[in-house]
């Protein structure tokens, strides 16, 4: 009954031009590098003083959420540019199938797998969110390192021609998450005196710099010997339909699967969108190597179908800690915790009792939201593609237009633009000489909460690891870590192994012969 009247409130004419108004500037901010409906909402922010009812404002700011979630897929798939972190396990696959030609088949299954995934994570919200939030609380510090551990090893392990190369770059990531204040007692480190590294160095202007400029200084070196990697397609190409049969029949399960990971991640403190992403990624990936496939890599539509409901369905898992606890896990979440203060509400147990209306409503408006989103993004997949038709100076230039205005806009100094610069000369190294880029992502994302959350169980064990192996649950998460890194070479070396003992045996043969 509740969330019956929380559609009767949604679908109210403003409420439901405040949706559509929402999802359709999501989109178009996450298609721009540096900027992501955190910063976006953040901006909005001001406009909610002058609202009566905070209902249309929050149903804003859920479109906005979602929009800018699959806009930033957008440039994932057609310029290896993720408009914000968790679009980057996208872009693996993604822009791979956009230079084979089958950039309306990627943006196809992104935009349906997310809307699958955000009705799928939205049901779950309004039954399981009570349970969720409490099996949440329980997790510990040492609990969300052993997390951290195996998000980052699995990744790791999986990306990139050599596990050596992999974790160069997640050491390298590490490092610049750790740059800056000191999370737990607030001293400067690894700024080596320069003013503007004091504050650390942000996701974003990694993300931009590795993504957004280093592709393109990658790009524009291969021109002039025509290997430029941002292969032009042919107008025949751009008339192929949205999905196959095939592409439906390898989508559906991976939406489903990515929906599974997503929502219970999205719901737990500290959580957020990138991990799950990455873990749908590489379970999919596994998959297909263990059916001898070895089209990963090369644009396999499992590779964007999956992270991209996952991606999708974390949104609705994160309002699980921040209506049940008030526990922002993200920082849009966080903006949006921010926003409840605002109207003098607290998220927390008594919210579903004090704003009953108000919770439904923001629910009931994730259905819509979505449908919204398909509604808009599925027509517009055609204009979308035909971005791969720009002369390419004109792209190059123009991606790094917007890469420096999105740098500028988060803080307005000029010497983050320069480092965002400096860390895309790194990229375009690292893509010469193949050392892969979404370890150096993770690490930046989950070192410094890997560290604090270390830090905080040795605290808690006056400073001893035994906390770490004797808690059962984070025990199990750091053994299946171990597995994560040693499963993918176990069938090269069981193989060598039984052609040694073939060889020897064949030789003990030779010799009674």
């Given amino acids: 009954m509740d969330l019956i009247e929380g559609f009767a409130t949604v679908l109210q004419p403003l409420n439901l031009l405040f949706a559509a108004l929402g999802v359709t500037i999501g989109t178009l901010v996450g298609v721009l590098p540096g900027i992501g409906p955190a910063l976006t909402i953040a901006l909005l922010l001001p406009i909610t003083f002058n609202f009566d009812d905070p209902t249309g404002a ?104 050599s596990l050596v190369r992999g974790l160069i770059s997640l050491v390298l990531g590490l490092f610049l998450g750790l740059v800056g204040l000191d999370q737990v007692t607030g001293q400067v480190r690894f700024t080596f005196g320069a003013p503007v590294l004091t504050e650390g160095i942000g996701i974003t202007i990694v993300i931009v710099g590795l993504f957004a400029i280093g592709e393109v200084l990658h790009c524009a070196s291969r021109v002039r010997s025509g290997e430029d990697t941002i292969a032009p397609l042919e107008k025949a190409s751009l008339r192929t339909g949205y999905l196959s049969r095939s592409d439906w029949a390898r989508s559906w399960r991976p939406w489903l699967r990515g929906a599974a ?30 059916a001898g496939r070895e089209d990963f890599g090369h644009g396999a539509i499992e590779g964007v179908a999956g992270p991209e409901a996952a991606n999708n369905a974390s949104f609705s898992g994160v309002l699980v800690p921040l209506l049940t606890l008030g526990l922002p896990t993200s920082a849009t979440a966080a903006v949006m915790l921010a926003a409840f203060q605002i109207f003098n509400l ?49 792209l190059y230039g123009g991606i790094l237009v917007l890469a420096t205005l999105g740098v500028y806009s988060l803080s307005g100094n000029v010497l983050q633009v320069f480092l965002a610069y400096g860390i895309g000369v790194l990229g375009y190294f690292m893509r010469r000489y193949d050392f892969p880029i979404a370890p150096v992502i993770l ?71």
């Fill in 58 to 161: 929050f149903i804003m700011f859920a479109g906005i959420y979602y929009g800018a979630m699959y806009g930033g897929s957008t440039t994932s798939i057609l310029l290896n540019t993720p408009g914000e972190s968790a679009s980057v396990a996208t872009a693996i696959e993604g822009h791979q199938m956009a230079r084979n030609g089958r950039a309306r088949a990627a943006l196809a299954t992104a935009a349906i797998g997310s809307f699958v995934a955000g009705v799928i994570s939205t049901v779950l919200l309004a039954f399981v969110a009570a349970p969720i939030g409490a099996l949440a609380v329980k997790f510990q510090a040492a609990d969300y390192f052993a997390l951290a551990v195996l998000a980052m090893v699995s990744v790791t392990a999986l990306l990139g021609a």
């Fill in 261 to 290: 990971i997503g929502f219970p991640f999205g719901a737990l403190p500290a959580g957020g969108a990138e991990v799950p992403t990455f873990l749908s990624y590489t379970y999919e990936k596994r998959r297909a190597e263990r």
């Fill in 346 to 394: 607290q998220p927390g147990p008594q919210l579903f009792q004090t704003s009953s209306s108000l919770v439904w409503a923001l629910i009931a408006s994730l259905f819509v939201g979505n449908v919204l989103l398909l509604v808009l993004n599925l027509p517009l997949i055609q204009i979308w593609v035909k971005v791969l038709l720009v002369p390419r100076p004109l």
């Fill in 443 to 513: 690490g930046v994302i989950l070192g410094p909460m890997m560290e604090t959350q270390l830090r905080r169980a040795l605290v808690v064990s006056d400073g001893s690891f035994t906390a770490i192996v004797t808690r059962p649950l984070t025990l199990a998460i750091l053994l299946l870590a171990v597995v994560a890194l040693v499963l993918p070479y176990a069938p090269g070396v069981l193989a060598r192994v039984r052609g040694r003992r073939i060889e020897t045996r064949k030789l003990v043969f030779s010799d009674e012969d």
